[in-house]
């Protein structure tokens, strides 16, 4: 194999298989990527046997072939080579890779493509298409409630649901929940994912590098699910078992719906959070206030040996004082990421969950639980 690239190009592809390579697998092929030559273009794969990443980049084929590279010290080389060379990389029967770039020259061991494992291509069937910056919305605004206790396996990744049309994302710790449904672009098909947290933040990754395209494609079979954006596909294995129902979970009606100010809110909970603690505890010390009044909510918190504060915030709210508890992570994730400048508070007493919606985009609602005091 015999090819030669430009250093931009080049790393634009290792910036989006490299960070896939696995750093501690007993197998020493996993901390390789594959190299090879493909229809005219150079192919670039890496997995850690439960996802994968693949992309191509331009380059000037002048032997075809392959072979599996050490990922990090070939990219910390082609980092330090000169912007003005180009490079050339090339690979002998004896998995021997030659890397030249102007004056400097480096030789690294390979290991043959034979003893990589096979990654799947993109399934030509049971897929459907959404709009780039909406599926990154989507990701953004629910995986922050993903729950991160490895005992509850098959909360720690968001559930893709595809049903009648629609394409709705969830993830849920147990005490939070959020829920975003949208109409995708072309959806044939139907079906439910779970997939790992891991793998929606590499794909969030992905949508953010510098692609041309503006639709992704979404396929989902029994055990995989596979995004593909330009000539970059992702594939991540999914958590296998039933996620919870979550349509339970949602309260249906509301005694109270207050109007809150999105920017206002978050800042009173951000500076009283100042003064709990640094746990999630059912513990008073780790947890914000929340109490309404009339015309009035008082957001406050209070720590034995440490402090108290409280803010004032101005709403519109007639009945009798309600005052709920809330841990000040969970509001601060939830009001971060409602792009609107009006949030709906929604709830029944102190105790039974509280909704989060944004004022106008009825898509998108988060469910939080209050803390027992």
Same mark, same amino acid.
């Given at each position: ?7 931009? /190009? ?23 990527? %594959? ?27 002048? =032997?075809?072939?392959?072979? &599996? ?15 003005? $060379? ?28 034979? /003893?990589?494992?096979?990654?799947? /291509? ?6 459907? &298409? ?46 939070? %929940? ?9 959806? *044939? ?6 997939? *790992? ?53 949602? *309260? ?20 009283? $959070? ?18 309404? /009044?009339?015309?009035? %909510?008082?957001?406050?918190?209070? &720590? ?18 309600? =005052? ?8 601060? =994730? ?5 792009? =609107? ?33």
């Amino acid at each position: 194999m015999k090819v030669i690239c430009g250093k931009e /190009e080049l790393l634009k592809g290792l910036q989006i298989i490299c960070p896939v390579v696995s750093s501690k697998s007993t197998l020493p092929v996993l901390s390789n990527f %594959l190299f090879e030559t493909n229809e005219g273009k150079v192919k670039l794969s890496s997995t850690d046997l439960e996802i994968a990443a693949q992309c191509h980049i331009r380059c000037e084929i002048l =032997e075809d072939g392959s072979i &599996t590279i050490p990922a990090k010290r070939f990219a910390d080389i082609i980092k330090e080579l000169s912007d003005e $060379s180009e490079i050339e990389i090339k690979a002998d029967e004896t998995n021997q890779i030659s890397i030249k770039s102007g004056k400097s020259k480096f030789n690294l061991m390979g290991i043959s493509k034979i /003893e990589y494992p096979v990654v799947p /291509e993109f399934s030509k069937e049971n897929n459907f &298409t959404v709009e780039k910056g909406l599926f990154t919305a989507m990701l953004r605004k629910t995986i922050f409630a993903a729950s991160r206790d490895s005992q509850r396996y098959i909360l720690n990744g968001a559930c893709f649901v595809v049903d009648n049309g629609k394409f709705t994302v969830v993830a849920t710790d147990g005490r939070r %929940l959020t829920y975003v449904s949208v109409n995708a672009i072309k959806i *044939p098909i139907q079906g439910k994912a779970i997939v *790992p947290t891991k793998a929606i933040l590499d794909i969030l990754r992905l949508l953010s590098t510098d692609v041309k395209d503006e639709i992704v494609k979404i396929g989902i079979t029994d055990n995989q699910i596979a995004v593909q954006i330009d000539e970059i596909t992702f594939l991540s294995t999914l958590i296998e078992g039933n996620f919870p129902n979550y349509e339970q979970v949602i *309260p249906k009606i509301s005694e109270f719906k207050i109007k809150l100010n999105v920017k206002d809110t978050l800042v009173a909970v951000k500076q009283m $959070s100042l003064l709990t603690g640094d746990k999630i505890s059912s513990d008073r010390s780790m947890s914000v206030k929340f109490c309404f /009044e009339k015309d009035l %909510l008082k957001i406050s918190a209070s &720590t034995a040996g440490l402090g108290s504060g409280e803010v004032e915030l101005d709403v519109d709210y007639k009945n009798e004082s309600v =005052e709920i508890n809330f841990n000040p992570s969970f509001i601060k =994730e939830v009001l971060q990421n409602i792009d =609107e400048p009006f949030a709906l508070f929604e709830f029944n007493n102190s105790l039974n969950p509280t909704l989060i919606v944004p004022e106008k985009d009825k898509s998108y609602l988060c469910v939080v639980m209050p803390m027992r005091i």
